[in-house]
Each structure stands twice: as structure tokens, then as C-alpha cells.
């Protein structure tokens, strides 16, 4: 019996041996994580969130690290389509062509930094030498990698720090969720377009707001000049622009016509002469330059103050290339001379523009 009892006590000894090492063993089974921290505000931006896309950046940024005595030589970013159980790669993703696209900000040393692409479904960065501890906002910045497959689906990144080069020795980590998205095609046609009115007034460009027909030059006079004027404005997305001319016969009355001024003169009173320009005249006084955003200008003939000139056909006013909206406000001059019949004058004038595609 005492035999017994003496084993029984030996045997009820080592349990407890046991037990006790079992107690002392766990927090040494813990140790090298027993001050890690999460990294807070943490986010990973993609430069295209297309699925299946290449050569996309992945940004990872967060507050500072909360382990700031420990220097960090690796870091890893490990992709999975869950957070639960075994890491598995979301399907299509892949980091073997990852770069480095600037030296990381916050993890220690400001250079030295070299991507690792041994694990296609991880973006590592490594610095075995940094022994700078970790200060400041975190940005690491990888090119390269290939967006998961799948589009409109939601995948995750286990971020973590480590104090060795081998990505074993885990200092802080936290995770994050990331998704692709389906690409949104927006379609809008541009036709060939050239806008283009005419009348007597308009409101800046706008050629919904343009009116009027008909220049009333008032009664001739061998003394002063009549004068009046009309508008046009243009513009047009023509590679080559467009060209204005203007066509039409002088001002007629029955069988007597006022002289079409053929080459360029001034306003000459008591002379016979009808002309016109595009720009704003002292002698006389009338007429305004050209308005508008675009590029267009009058035609040589037609561009200088106090010059006026009417040749049916002649281009008064182009642009090379494709340009916003001008408006050109044509002056209109007629004199009389003292033999000239009486009667009323008058013209129809045909402004045409023509877009050069």
C-alpha cells in the first residue's frame, strides 16, 4: 500500500510538473507578437480598378506605424479572395512584374528600397541593411501588377511589417478590402459640323439669337456717304477650317447700277461706289473687327479700316484650321454721283461658308 501510495503521489508529481511547463511555455510561444500593432487608417489605391487590367499601381498608405523602435526591413502586401482560413489568390492577379515606383515613405530608410517578385501573389518591398526606425505617414508605391480577373468583385490585402529581410518576423499588420469594377463606356458622336448664319444683328456668337435681313442704307447723297451693316458668324470643327465669300450683283436699280468698287479704295463722296469690309472704318464711320474665341480673320481685301472693295465671288473671311465661334460684322458703303438716276437700290447678297474637312 505505501508503494502504491508513493507512486501515485511520484505520478500526480510529474502532472504536475507538467502542467506547470505547459503554463510557463505559453507566453514564450507568443513572444514575437506580443507588440504588434494594427495599422490604422490604412488604404490601398489602384490607378484602375479594371478587372484584369495591367501595368496598374497599387498604392499603400496609412498613418504612422505603431511599432516606431523596431527598424523594418521587409514588407509584404499578400492578396486573397477571403480574410478566413488559407490565403488563396484571387484568380488572375499577379505581382511578378511588379516595380518600384518611388523609394516608400515612413518605413525607415529613405533609399535602398528593391521590390521582391518571388510570390505572384504578393507585393514585397525588402531593405536588408535599413536600420532606420519607421517615422511618419506610410506610402509605398509598386507599378506593374496585374488587377484580379473578375470584375464588380471584392478581394483583400494582408499588410505587414518585419524586422528581418525574410518576411518571418511579423512587427505590425492589418488588412483591407479592395475591389475591381466593370469599365463604364461613355459613347458621344462629334459630327462634322460648321454653324453658320447671317443677319443684320446677333447677340455675341450666338446664332439663335440672330435677326434681321434686309441693310437699309438710307437716302444717297452726293455730300455724305450712306453707310449700313450686317452680320455673320461662323465656326466649325473642319480640320482645315471653313471660307467665307459673298456673291451677288451691285446695287441696281432697272437698268442703272452704283459702280462695284473692283479694287481696293477709300470712300469717295460725290464718286459712284459700292464696297464693303470687315473691320471697323473712321472715314466713314461705321462698322465693327471681328468678335469672338475663334481664330478666323477677314480676307486680305476685306481687312483693312477705310479700304472697301466688292468683287462678286471674292473669299472675305477664313480660318485654317478648326476654330470656336467669330462673329464679322460687314460695313457697307454706297456714294452717288451727281449723274447717277434716281431710283431705288437695291441687292441680294449670298454669303456662303464652306467647312474644310
Not at 483591407?176 to 443684320?200: H, K, M, R
Not at 470643327?237 to 462695284?260: C, D, F, K
Amino acid at each position: 500500500m505505501k508503494y502504491n501510495n508513493g507512486k501515485n503521489s511520484r505520478r500526480q508529481a510529474i502532472r504536475g510538473l507538467v502542467f506547470a511547463f505547459v503554463l510557463s511555455a505559453a507566453p514564450f510561444l507568443q513572444a514575437p507578437f506580443a507588440n504588434a500593432g494594427t495599422i490604422t487608417n490604412r488604404k490601398i489605391t489602384l490607378s484602375t480598378s479594371v478587372g484584369d487590367a495591367s501595368g496598374v499601381t497599387y498604392t499603400l498608405t496609412s498613418d504612422a506605424l505603431p511599432t516606431t523602435g523596431t527598424a523594418i526591413k521587409s514588407v509584404g502586401v499578400q492578396f486573397c479572395t477571403s480574410l478566413e482560413g488559407a490565403c488563396s489568390t484571387p484568380a488572375g492577379f499577379s505581382a511578378s512584374a511588379s516595380t518600384l515606383a518611388v523609394q516608400p515613405s515612413g518605413v525607415g530608410a529613405g533609399s535602398g528600397w528593391t521590390v521582391n517578385t518571388a510570390s505572384a501573389g504578393s507585393l514585397r518591398i525588402v531593405n536588408a541593411a535599413n536600420a532606420t526606425n519607421p517615422s511618419g505617414s506610410v506610402s509605398i508605391q509598386w507599378g506593374g501588377v496585374h488587377n484580379p480577373t473578375a470584375t464588380n468583385t471584392t478581394f483583400y490585402a494582408k499588410i505587414t511589417t518585419y524586422s528581418d529581410a525574410a518576411w518571418t518576423t511579423a512587427v505590425d499588420s492589418s488588412d483591407t478590402a479592395l475591389s475591381t469594377s466593370a469599365q463604364i463606356q461613355v459613347v458621344l458622336d462629334v459630327n462634322e459640323a460648321l454653324t453658320f448664319c447671317t443677319g443684320t444683328s446677333i447677340t455675341g456668337q450666338n446664332c439663335a439669337t440672330v435677326a434681321g435681313s434686309t441693310v437699309d442704307l438710307g437716302t444717297a447723297s452726293t455730300t455724305a456717304t450712306a453707310t449700313g451693316t450686317s452680320v455673320f458668324a461662323a465656326s466649325t470643327n473642319g480640320e482645315h477650317g471653313y471660307t467665307v465669300t459673298v456673291t451677288g450683283p451691285t446695287l441696281t436699280s432697272g437698268s442703272n447700277t452704283i459702280t462695284a468698287m473692283a479694287a481696293n479704295a477709300a470712300s469717295s463722296v460725290g464718286t459712284s461706289q459700292f464696297g464693303i469690309n470687315l473691320v471697323s472704318n473712321a472715314t466713314p464711320s461705321v462698322g465693327s473687327n471681328v468678335s469672338g474665341t475663334g481664330t478666323a480673320t477677314a480676307a486680305t481685301n476685306y481687312n483693312t479700316a477705310d479700304s472697301f472693295r466688292f468683287v462678286s465671288g471674292n473669299t472675305i473671311a477664313s480660318v485654317s484650321a478648326p476654330t470656336n465661334a467669330n462673329t464679322f460684322t460687314v460695313s457697307y458703303i454706297a456714294n452717288i454721283a451727281g449723274v447717277t438716276a434716281p431710283g431705288v437700290y437695291t441687292t441680294n447678297l449670298h454669303y456662303d461658308a464652306t467647312a474644310n474637312f
